[in-house]
């Protein structure tokens, strides 16, 4: 498939291409299915993923151009667990690719080139300029996700003090890992409902 001209592919064709990357990267266990389209990303160096970018900024069908754009997004948010600590990297070089699509459009419009070419560099950079809102917005949900965890913790904490519990350090260390106990058999609880849904 590295022969094709992914910015020529039909919507046909864009479906085609996404069943077999999500079956490539399935068997190599860079990826879990979900269902038919619905996957959470368990590794970043997926195979194929370069022609998803190239479908995304360079397809010359608009149609085409969003559905690979929509699925480039889902591929940094659904995110399994286990990468949680180097999610924020990878949505920072996500971020630096965009602008270097950005950059690359604007010295076309600098350039001596035909209107029909400062069209599609600009085209491009709107759909990367989309993609590093998308990503910055994701973050900001994260970042408010991440409060709402740490309020919980505290909560948890909070809740275990409330117990007639002397307040020396080694009782302080116990509680605190108490709440981070419990907070994490929430979370291995979510996950094992999710692998239930899927084996269904």
Known sequence: MASL???ALSEDGFKMYRRFFLSVNAKQRKLRRLGEN??????FNLTGLDRFWEIAI???DATVARMALSYLRKIYENVSLKLIE???????KFILKCVGYILDAKKVLLSDVSGEEKASARERMGRSASLVTSIIMKDNKTRASETI????FKEAIWRLEQKNTPKTP???GEQTQEAMDALRESDEKKEKEEKE????
């Open 149 to 152: 965890h740490e309020l919980r």
């Open 5 to 7: 001209d992914y910015g």
């Open 86 to 92: 180097v999610v924020s990297e990878e949505r920072g």
């Open 58 to 60: 360079w397809s010359k």
């Open 197 to 200: 849904k899927e084996e269904k």
């Open 38 to 43: 619905e996957f959470r990303v368990c590794d």
């Open 170 to 172: 080694d009782a302080e």
